[in-house]
Each structure stands twice: as C-alpha cells, then as structure tokens.
DNA sequence: CGACACACCTGGATGC
DNA sequence: TGCATCCAGGTGTGTC
C-alpha cells in the first residue's frame, strides 16, 4: 500500500474531483474487503454530495452533510477517478457514479482495503486508538522518546507502531532511520533523546518529500489520475538489497523485522 | 499492559 | 509450460 505520501496525493489529487457533485449511483461489485461492506452502505451515498476530503493516518474521511464516507487502501488499493462507467477491470470493486458522468472507482487486488459509512459525530472504533499524526507538532522528539525508553522493541517496530504514530510504513521506516544514522533493529530504550530528535525531523522531512513527488509507486500504486508517484528513484536503502550505501557505497545489509523487509547499511547507521 | 505470531487475499517473480 | 514456493506498500486480533 499506500503508505501517508500515497494516501495524501490521493487526497489531494480527488478533492477537487469529487466534490460539490451529485452521487447518482453506487455499485459494488464486491463486498468481500477486509472487512465486508455492510448492506445499505449504498443508501448512504445515493442522492449524497461530498463536501471536503481529510485524513486521519491512512484513513480518507470524505464528508457529506449525511456522514462521512471511511476508505482505508489496504496493501494493494488505490481511487481514481474515471470518465465514464465503462472500461471495467478485474479487482475494480466500488464505483461511485456521479451526476457528470465521472466515476470515483476503487481498484485492490488483495482487497485489504475497507470502506465505512460513519454517521456525524461517530467516531468509528478503528480511529479511537491511533497516535499523533508524524506531520504534526504533537510528533516530536521529547514525545517519541518518552515513549521509547519504556519499550522493548527494536526501534524500527516502535516507527510503525499506529498507537504510537500513524502513518509510518515499512518503506519510510527503513528511509528515516537510514537518514538519521540509526540501525532499525537497535532497542528502543538503548537510544538518547537527541537520537530521537533527529529520527524524527528524519521522518518529516521524508514523509514531507516523498508527498511533494507524488508518493512512491513499487508495483501497482497509481495517483487519482492513474499516473504513478515517483519517490522510488529518491529511495536510499528499501529495495535495494544487493546494492551499495548511497553514502558510503558499502553493501547494504537485509533483514527481516517483525516478518518485514529492513535494509540498512552497517556503517552508517549504529 | 506489552510483545509477538497470525490472519486476511491476489499476483508476480523465481526455481525446479 | 506448469506447478510450488515465497514475497509484497497494512494492521486488527488472539495468545501468552
């Protein structure tokens, strides 16, 4: 999936098309998602009109004055919009039709990915336990390290935990910890506070970069208008196992963290 | 509470 | 060509 930089340009690529228009149709071809779409959804969005598009974590929140449209992308979704309703492909899930004829489509092979009707006010259970937002000021140094130093985890587990900040994926943890000279599997508690500082405005800055190249497209990631992000040419370490450091040119090292792909380079990450 | 294995699902790459 | 195996951007749930 999609980590934020992927959902973020999807937000920002849809807004202007999926607002201010009339839902005229809702078709789901399959309910089967992570979990299942639940009957009525439709009814819902049918005779609807999204008024503005956020985000909490990985989570696009399109609001209506009904209540608010939940997607989670999963591994393998993606949202664009289409011109028309023809041109079906295999795993295009949801569309929603609109009054111009455009269609907001929902593509995801591995179906992963979850939608939600949310009525105003409700808070849906799978946003009540999320941390900070990693853009935000409430995500700093102090914060992470408070955190840290009560845990027994390797410090890239702690990046990804979604209770702790949201939003940090298995690309942008191997990314933020190779730009601050941290090595993924070091323990969470072994490490100082100005350590975390620096991890920290390294996430930013790599979230904040890779958001501004349209995301990064690994295999099937495609922006709101089908095009694909271009950050993976600006990857220092993920993917890129049987490579050089960047910096150093010393062979980069492959793991597996928590059963997920880690590269770091030995020398410059301690 | 924290740590961790496992679950959900398809498709592409690789190896025999 | 076919089949088995492994791996992939996420994250909630159950168990200890």
Same mark, same amino acid.
């Given at each position: 999936?999609?980590?934020?930089?992927?959902?973020?340009?999807?937000?920002?690529?849809?807004?202007?098309?999926?607002?201010?228009?009339?839902?005229?149709?809702?078709?789901?071809?399959?309910?089967?998602?992570?979990? +299942?779409?639940?009957?009525?959804?439709?009814?819902?969005?049918?005779?609807?009109?999204? /008024?503005?598009?956020?985000?909490?974590? *990985?989570?696009? &929140?399109?609001?209506?004055?009904?209540?608010?449209?939940?997607?989670?992308?999963?591994?393998?979704?993606?949202?664009?919009?289409?011109?028309?309703?023809?041109?079906?492909?295999?795993?295009?899930? #949801?569309?929603?039709? @609109?009054?111009?004829?455009?269609?907001?489509?929902?593509?995801? +092979?591995?179906?992963? $990915?979850?939608?939600?009707?949310?009525?105003?006010?409700?808070?849906?259970?799978?946003? *009540?336990?999320?941390?900070?937002? +990693? &853009?935000?000021?409430?995500?700093?140094?102090?914060?992470?390290?408070?955190?840290?130093?009560?845990?027994?985890?390797? #410090?890239?587990?702690?990046?990804?935990?979604?209770?702790?900040? #949201?939003?940090?994926?298995?690309?942008?943890?191997?990314?933020? &910890?190779?730009?601050?000279?941290?090595? +993924?599997?070091?323990?969470?508690?072994?490490?100082? *506070?100005?350590?975390? *500082?620096?991890?920290?405005?390294?996430?930013?800055? #790599?979230?904040?970069?890779?958001?501004?190249?349209?995301? /990064? /497209? &690994?295999?099937?990631?495609?922006?709101?208008?089908?095009?694909?992000?271009?950050?993976?040419?600006?990857?220092?370490?993920? $993917?890129?196992?049987?490579?050089?450091?960047?910096?150093?040119?010393?062979?980069?090292?492959?793991?597996?963290?928590?059963?997920?792909? /880690? @590269? @770091?380079?030995?020398?410059?990450?301690?």
């Amino acid at each position: 999936m999609p980590e934020l930089p992927e959902v973020e340009t999807t937000r920002l690529g849809l807004s202007r098309l999926v607002k201010e228009k009339k839902i005229v149709e809702v078709i789901v071809r399959q309910r089967n998602l992570r979990w +299942p779409i639940e009957n009525g959804f439709e009814d819902q969005l049918r005779g609807n009109t999204f /008024t503005k598009l956020s985000r909490r974590g *990985k989570y696009l &929140l399109f609001h209506s004055k009904r209540g608010r449209m939940m997607v989670h992308l999963g591994m393998s979704g993606s949202l664009r919009v289409v011109s028309s309703r023809s041109n079906i492909r295999k795993h295009d899930h #949801v569309d929603i039709c @609109f009054d111009d004829s455009s269609v907001l489509r929902y593509h995801d +092979p591995r179906r992963f $990915g979850s939608f939600f009707w949310l009525a105003p006010k409700q808070i849906h259970r799978l946003l *009540k336990n999320l941390g900070p937002e +990693p &853009l935000s000021k409430h995500f700093d140094g102090n914060y992470l390290y408070e955190i840290a130093k009560r845990r027994k985890v390797a #410090v890239k587990t702690l990046i990804m935990n979604s209770s702790i900040v #949201v939003g940090v994926g298995n690309i942008y943890a191997n990314e933020a &910890l190779f730009l601050s000279g941290i090595r +993924p599997d070091r323990l969470s508690s072994s490490i100082s *506070k100005q350590r975390y *500082k620096g991890l920290v405005s390294q996430i930013k800055r #790599v979230l904040n970069s890779s958001i501004r190249s349209g995301g /990064t /497209t &690994l295999r099937d990631f495609v922006r709101e208008d089908g095009q694909p992000g271009y950050f993976k040419q600006r990857l220092f370490v993920y $993917g890129r196992g049987e490579l050089g450091c960047k910096n150093c040119k010393k062979l980069l090292q492959e793991t597996r963290i928590n059963n997920r792909s /880690t @590269f @770091f380079c030995s020398r410059c990450q301690t």
